[in-house]
Every structure is written in C-alpha cells, then in structure tokens.
C-alpha cells in the first residue's frame, strides 16, 4: 500500500486533526507515513470502522507489504484489541492468516492475547486459510503455537488435513500428520475423511501417508455411499485402486453391506445423553448447564420463555425476533428495561422504530447481509463464534436488573459448552416450518462415523452443545446415529394416575405429583429426516426393535413416555420431538 507523502514540518497536532476526518483506510496510508502519530491516538481512533468493519488492524492485516515500524508502533498500544470482528466475524489474526501475512501472524501469535474460538464466519481458522491458500510456511507458523488446534473445523466440518489431501499437498499433509493430535480419520459433514477426498484427488503418496495411521479406516463409507476405493475408481486412478485393495482394511467390492454405517452404528452403538427438561426445572442449586436463547421471527412462548430467561446467559434475536421481543416486552410495560443483548440479521424485518429504541438503550445491533444464509443461520453463527465469550462473562447476568434474585448464573468456563435454546419456529405457516427443522438439522452437530466421537468432541472443544427448538407446544431436537439416552422426569404419565403417584426430583426428595411439578406431557415422536432409518426404542409404550421408518412409510407419531429414560438407538440422524406440560405451553390469543 503506497505511503502519504508529508512534509516533515506539518506539525502533530494538524496531523492528528486530519487523522480524525479520514476513513480507516487513509487513516492506514497516513500512519504508513507517520506512524510516531500512533502514540497520540485516543482509543475511539483505533476502533474506527471501515464500512466492511475492518479496523486499522484488519487493514495492516490485509496489507501484502505492511510496515513493520508501523505494527510494531500499533502493538505497543495497551489499549489494542486484537479479537476485534469484521463484519464477516473476522479477528485481524484470521485476516492475517487468508491474506499470507507471516510476519503479522508470528506478531499476533507471539502476544498471546487473541482468541483462538473467535472464527469468521465460516468458521475458517487460520490453519483452515493456510490449507486451502496452500501455503506451507504459513502451516508451519501456526503449527508450532501451541494454541492453534488443528481438528479445528468450518462450517462444512472440514479440518486443515481435509482440505490438504484434496488439494494434493502433500509437504502440508506431512506437517499436518507429524502432530500426534491431528485426528487423520476426521469425517466432514458428508461423511468424507481425507483419504476420501486423497483417492477422489489421485494422490497415491497422501494416500500412502494417510493409510499408515492407524486410525484410518480404509473402508469407511460416507453420505453418497462410496468408500476411498469408489472414489479412485470413478477417476481411473488405478495406481490407488491397487493400494487400497492390498489393505488388509478393504473389503472386496461384493462384502460391502448396502448400509454400513447405519449397521455399524446399530450393532455398536455410541452413546449420546439429552436432558431437555434441566432448562425448565426450578430446583435450588441445581442449575443447567450452560445456554443461550435466539428468539426467531415468530410469535414468541411467553411461558416458556419466562422460566427460560431466569439462566439464559446471553438473548440473541434474529432479525424480525426483536419485534416480537419488543412487543412481548411492552405489554409487560417492560420495554424500556428488560432488551435482547444482541440483535442480528440483514435487518430488513426489524420495525425501524424497534431498531433505533433498541440501538438508543445500548443494544448490540449487527447488520449482517448475505443472500446464501437466513437470519436464524446469522444469529446461530454468531452466538457459536461468540461462544468463549458468552461462558466467560458469565458470572455477569444477561437479564434485567429486577430479576437478579432469580438469575443464580453460575462460573462456566471456555471448556464448558454453550446450548441454544430456539424460541418459535413449528408454528404459522407449514414451509417456514419445515424451514426451521432443516436449520435444526443441517446445524446440529452429527457425527458422521459410527467408530468415532471425534466429531463431538471437537464440536464440545469449540463450545458447540445441544440445540432445541422450543416451539408453542414442544421441544425439539435432532437425536445423533447411535443410542441415545434422553432424561425424562416430571413427566404426566397416562400409566401412573397422577392423586396416587410421586417422583423423585433430581435432589433425592420426594414431591406430590401436582400440575405445578409436571415438565413434560407423555406424548413424543420420531421422525426420520434422511430416508428410511431404523430405530430401537425402550421405555415408551410400544418400543421396538430395528423397526423401518421412513416418510411415506411407517413413522412414530404420538407414542408415550414410560420410564424416567427412554432411549432410541437409530442409525442415522431422527428428529425427536415431546410435548411440554401445560404450563410451558403458549397462551393462544
């Protein structure tokens, strides 16, 4: 970027002056010239915006050829964020990183201050950047930091490894797989791993070095239903072919199973727990874990919202969602009290009136355009790349000062995960509907090997929980391929008449079954999203066993809960869904 030319005796005070009138960018060119003017800056100078969001930081990030007096003048200042976001949630380290900037990388890693959970906003880290820019010197920079997690994945689930083997690059392949951390069997959102996308690529060598890890599986069969074998076949990569078949982890082509995943995953099932009643129990010390509310554009469930908000630790509405929060709020005559914390979205369904009250009482509102991702996409993208800061402000209470006496927030840290709980959604009109089910779906975090957890693990690393739809009458969410075991106390069972019969609470005490204590009602069901799956079910009223379920065929509607557990082990992904007690349910008007 080409340097300003100042005359030597234009005087400080007229330089800060002019610095005070430009965009960042000339603000960038005048210090490029300048930049003793550095040292004189007040901290609003720093944070100035680009219309992109970019500060002097992204621009220098940004900068193929930036001054190094410059950076290093920058960095001396206390006051310097170096986890400011873009408008596309980029930290100047990730900008640093897409654009190849070494030198500003190794400076920003050597601080020690960035936060390493804070992706853009497609979740591409800079090992993820480094990968796909195949930039080899750059990998090996963030390699040797220690904070630099190399499983980390974006938002298709792809890892660094993932994107080297498909892109042949093998000397990238080789830093990558000389860390003992890298999990070099990482299946992405389709279920390919990088030896998939290695034989699909016709790399024998990154074949060769991937095959010699133990973790491997040779066989594995992703969403289209093809193993690494299909995959260099349909190329013509024979070479490949031939290596494959000499694995002693290669079936023949006529052993392998028509559904193997989903008959792995039923005959050694993994193990997942959901507990969506901890959100609406009211025992004292015994909060839920951590969870944030994303209040869609849609009539809101006041009475679950109520008991919802009491440990929320962050509310978040997308877009339009702040109009019904105002509304709700208003009838309440709580308008000027009780607020979101952040508003996002393109903005083009929030009332104007609604936007500038919001805006006028500190609210965070972020405009986010982008036509390839709803505003519900927005918001959930934005609350995950936040996630590490929502759990570490989180001895501070997200609600409104008179309800402090029931926000009992407890310390969480960045190891901890963040659930989101999605208010309305399932009811109006049936496309948008299905609408909120696909997002539920496609953002959940499903494993896609039934031989490992990594997937999750990594998810739970990055803060990624559970995500609920809590509808009008419902709560829903998308059970993973495996068994799972779903905690289901409080629930008014039609089996046990409720003036003869108790339960335990979660604290060993014993409580009348009264209409106040009920979470959930009995009726549940289980509705497959991705053809035909089968299901095995215990503690329900008609349990069954690796029963076929698929839309146009047999599903499981209006079954019943009869046990404190239930479980449903399945081989794919099944949408599960269960009434709330009528005191959870939305009031119609």
């Known amino acids: 970027m080409a340097p300003v030319n100042i005359p030597s005796q234009v005087p400080l005070e007229i330089l800060l002056l002019l610095f005070g009138l430009c965009r960042p960018i000339e603000q960038y060119m005048l210090l490029f010239s300048a930049p003793e003017l550095i040292h004189r800056l007040s901290s609003k100078h720093l944070m100035t915006r680009e219309a992109n969001g970019d500060t002097l930081l992204h621009i220098l990030a940004k900068d193929q050829g930036p001054s190094r007096q410059l950076a290093r003048a920058l960095f001396s200042r206390k006051d310097l964020d170096v986890n400011v976001q873009n408008n596309n949630w980029k930290i100047p380290l990730v900008c640093a990183a897409q654009y190849g900037n070494h030198w500003l990388v190794k400076l920003l890693l050597e601080r020690g201050d960035f936060n390493s959970y804070m992706l853009d906003y497609f979740y591409f880290t800079p090992l993820v950047w ?202 309440r005559g709580r308008e000027d009290v009780d607020h979101p914390t952040t508003i996002i979205g393109d903005l083009d369904s929030i009332h104007p009136d609604i936007k500038s009250h919001y805006q006028s009482h500190g609210v965070n509102v972020i405009y986010h355009h982008d036509d390839y991702s709803t505003d519900f996409t927005k918001a959930l993208r934005y609350i995950r790349a936040n996630t590490s800061e929502i759990l570490s402000s989180s001895a501070a209470s997200s609600t409104p000062d008179h309800d402090q006496a029931n926000n009992t927030h407890q310390q969480y840290n960045q190891d901890d995960s963040l659930s989101i709980l999605i208010l309305g959604g399932l009811g109006g009109r049936v496309d948008q509907a299905f609408s909120q089910i696909h997002h539920l779906y496609s953002n959940s975090t499903i494993p896609s090997s039934p031989s490992s957890s990594s997937s999750t693990e990594e998810a739970r690393k990055r803060g990624e929980g559970a995500l609920y739809l809590v509808s009008e009458e419902s709560i829903t969410f998308i059970l993973h391929p495996g068994k799972n075991v779903i905690r289901t106390p409080g629930v008014k069972r039609g089996d046990i008449p409720s003036s003869s019969s108790s339960f335990s609470s979660d604290s060993g005490g014993i409580k009348e079954r009264e209409e106040g204590y009920y979470l959930l009602e009995e009726n549940v069901g289980i509705i497959p999203l991705s053809g035909m799956e089968r299901i095995t079910t215990k503690g329900f009223q008609w349990d069954v066993e690796s029963w076929a379920t698929e839309i146009g065929g047999q599903i499981s509607t209006s079954n019943h809960i009869r046990a404190e557990e239930v479980e449903v082990t399945a081989g794919g992904a099944v949408l599960f869904t269960v009434e709330l007690a009528g005191r959870f349910k939305r009031i119609s008007s």
């Open 130 to 331: 480094a990968a796909k820019k195949q930039d080899e010197g750059l990998v090996k920079i963030l390699l040797a930091n220690r904070n630099v997690r190399p499983n980390e994945v974006d938002i298709f689930r792809r890892t660094a490894l993932s994107y080297a083997a498909e892109y042949r690059n093998e000397a990238i392949v080789r830093l990558l797989l000389a860390d003992e951390d890298v999990d070099a069997e990482w299946s992405d959102e389709t279920a390919r791993s990088p030896l998939s996308y290695a034989a699909e690529a016709g790399s024998k060598r990154i074949v060769e070095l991937l095959l010699d890890r133990e973790e491997v599986n040779a066989h594995s069969v992703d969403s289209f239903m093809k193993t690494p074998f299909v995959w260099a076949a349909e190329y013509g990569h024979l070479e490949i072919m031939m290596r494959l078949e000499e694995s002693t982890h290669i079936p023949t082509p006529q052993l392998i199973p028509s559904n193997p995943t989903r008959s792995d995953l039923m005959a050694n099932p993994r193990i997942m727990t959901w507990d969506p009643t901890q959100f609406f129990r009211t025992e004292e010390g015994l909060p839920p874990s951590p969870y944030a509310l994303l209040i869609l554009n849609h009539p809101i469930n006041e009475r679950a919202y109520d008991v919802l908000r009491k440990h929320a630790l962050t509310t978040v509405c997308a877009d339009g969602g702040a109009n019904h929060f105002y509304e709700m709020m208003k009838a």
